[in-house]
């Protein structure tokens, strides 16, 4: 950590989150993740890139201890004047739900919306589902993992079709492929935030 302050990454540079609060439970949080998520091999990415590693988060962020150390991480990530938190189904989901109820026991009022990868077959055929906020509203999306930032700028630009504003993309581990993300986000006018890089899962493993 830098300064005992919790370590977060803005479009991949390292940083001192200085307002968030001191966690000392962040190299918990690392080491749960690798021994749950964290795999060497080869694999194809759902981007379609190979790689030698792979992290699926999903054990961590359907567990209890692994979403609640998350959610009160993210959402210290959230502009203060956003009103929802959402996500692209299935990845976002529990993240965004989380994120909602630790907002609300910090009591700040931030709901969360998921994002369909399809519109909805019948009824409304929403795209968007949850408590929708006022057209113009600022709306923060949330990522589990990010390579080339693909799925999260589907997710906004719906929102954004929908007349939200969205600026800023919270995720939980920046992949780094070659700054694809990084580039990508810049092009659809997106700050991208992370909680962890992929490099402190393969240093901390020794490899």
């Known amino acids: 950590m830098i300064d005992s302050k919790v370590t977060c990454f803005v479009d991949d540079d390292k940083v001192n989150c200085e307002t968030w609060e001191v966690l000392e439970d962040r190299d918990e949080l690392l080491q749960f993740m690798k021994e749950n998520s964290y795999r060497k091999g080869e694999y194809t990415l759902s981007s379609g890139k190979k790689s030698e590693h792979y992290v699926n988060l999903k054990p961590v962020t359907l567990s209890g201890k692994g979403l609640t150390m998350l959610s009160f991480m993210l959402e210290q990530c959230i502009d203060e004047d956003s009103a929802a938190v ?38 409304t055929q929403a795209w968007i589902e949850g408590p929708l906020p006022p057209k113009g509203s600022k ?38 492929m070659k700054g694809e993300a990084d580039i990508n986000m810049c092009a659809a006018h997106l700050e991208l935030y992370s909680l962890f890089s992929l490099e402190e899962f393969i240093d901390k493993n020794g490899i």
Do not use: F, W
């Open 86 to 123: 959402a996500g692209l189904t299935l990845g976002a989901d529990p993240l965004v739900s989380g994120v909602a109820m630790a907002a609300c026991l910090n009591d700040r009022e931030l709901n969360a919306l998921i994002v369909r990868k399809e519109a909805k077959g019948h009824g």
């Open 139 to 176: 709306v923060t999306v949330l990522e589990d993992v990010v390579t080339t930032g693909g799925s999260s700028i589907k997710a906004v630009q719906k929102l954004r079709d929908a007349g939200y504003v969205v600026d800023r993309v919270v995720s939980i581990v920046d992949r780094q």
